[in-house]
């Protein structure tokens, strides 16, 4: 089991910055990769950002250069960070962390939310 704890979201103005943090427990070594997405009201949920265990990034084209993921170490999974700067009011959402596992599973956390007032 792996579990994913996410923190940082909050209110801020259009234009602003935040930082969201996601901490990893558990069976951790078996994460191959981890990722950032989001679910605004009535949408679906979508991918903003991912990380493998190589260090390859994927973002969103919708938050390409202006949103960064990154991990406190390179060897193992503990922390997951992405900033978020440049926040429009479309980026308002619930962001949820994943972690995928060697073995296909998928992991959530409870979600963070991010409100951009415009």
């Known amino acids: 089991q792996v579990r994913l704890v996410e923190s940082g979201g909050g209110l801020v103005q259009a234009g602003g910055s935040l930082k969201l943090s996601c901490v990893a427990s558990?069976?951790?070594?078996?994460?191959?990769?981890m990722g950032w997405y989001r679910q605004a009201p009535g949408k679906q949920r979508e991918l903003v950002a991912s990380i493998t265990s190589g260090g390859s990034t994927e973002y969103a084209d919708s938050v390409k250069g202006r949103f960064t993921i990154s991990r406190d170490n390179a060897r193992v999974w503990r922390t997951l960070y992405v900033e978020m700067n440049s926040l429009k009011a479309e980026d308002t959402a619930v962001y949820y962390c994943?972690?995928?596992?060697?073995?296909?599973?998928?992991?959530w956390g409870q979600g963070t939310q991010v409100t951009v007032s415009s």
């Open positions: 994943s972690a995928r596992t060697s073995s296909e599973r998928d992991y």
């Open positions: 558990g069976v951790i070594f078996s994460i191959d990769a």
